[in-house]
């Protein structure tokens, strides 16, 4: 719900089309509902940390993969878009996506769709860059939306459901009793997918 909240947002204002950025990708984004969370996105760059994330990400279709940690984002991605910059960044961590907009990788009347920051405090941005390109800046929480919004986004990932068109990611299954170690495996972050929690199989064998 997060990415098609965001999507939509993004997308909103009358764009007609684009090219979008998930910094980072989350690797149970159910990479392939992307593009589809909004037909107007026509290219998405997905920013990863790990080989292991740039091949899931290569199975489930991104068009393009930068590795944060061993390539400088702003100019990879103006190399992606012949220097235009994307037209939407959707991020997790605000205070690591800022500077996109001052080194010119976001495109004119582009939008900012964040939903958290390592950063809670306060944190500086370019206001000439942000200003003089008409930058779009959007904060949500997906537990507080708006009536209206959250039915829009519930019918939407519906829609895409029942078409067979939303493909989850699913990572390792453990049991009942394996509880604590899909715990550790979420919290060690190292996990490409959902962990998913096979009660029936304890079930099962007993």
Request: net charge neutral; aromatic share 6%; glycine share 8%.
């Amino acid at each position: 719900m997060y990415h098609r909240h965001a999507s939509a947002k993004g997308y909103g204002y009358g764009m007609d089309s684009g090219c979008a950025l998930w910094a980072p990708l989350p690797s149970t984004l159910r990479c392939r509902q992307t593009r589809r969370c909004c037909c107007r996105i026509t290219r998405v760059i997905g920013t990863v940390g790990s080989a292991d994330r740039a091949r899931l990400a290569t199975d489930l279709g991104i068009d393009d993969i930068v590795d944060y940690k061993k390539e400088n984002v702003p100019t990879r991605i103006l190399s992606l878009t012949a220097n235009r910059g994307v037209d939407i960044v959707v991020d997790m961590d605000f205070s690591s996506t800022t500077h996109l907009v001052s080194q010119n990788a976001v495109a004119e009347h582009g939008a900012v769709v964040c939903y958290g920051s390592n950063v809670r405090g306060q944190i500086p941005i370019d206001f000439g860059a942000w200003l003089f390109k008409s930058i779009r800046l959007h904060f949500f929480l997906i537990y507080d939306l708006a009536p209206g919004e959250r039915l829009s986004a519930v019918e939407g990932l519906s829609h895409l459901l029942e078409s067979g068109r939303l493909v989850h990611n699913i990572g390792p299954r453990y049991t009942l009793d394996e509880i604590a170690d899909a715990h550790e495996a979420v919290e060690r972050g190292s996990v490409a997918g959902n962990v998913v929690l096979d009660c029936a199989r304890r079930l099962h064998n007993e």
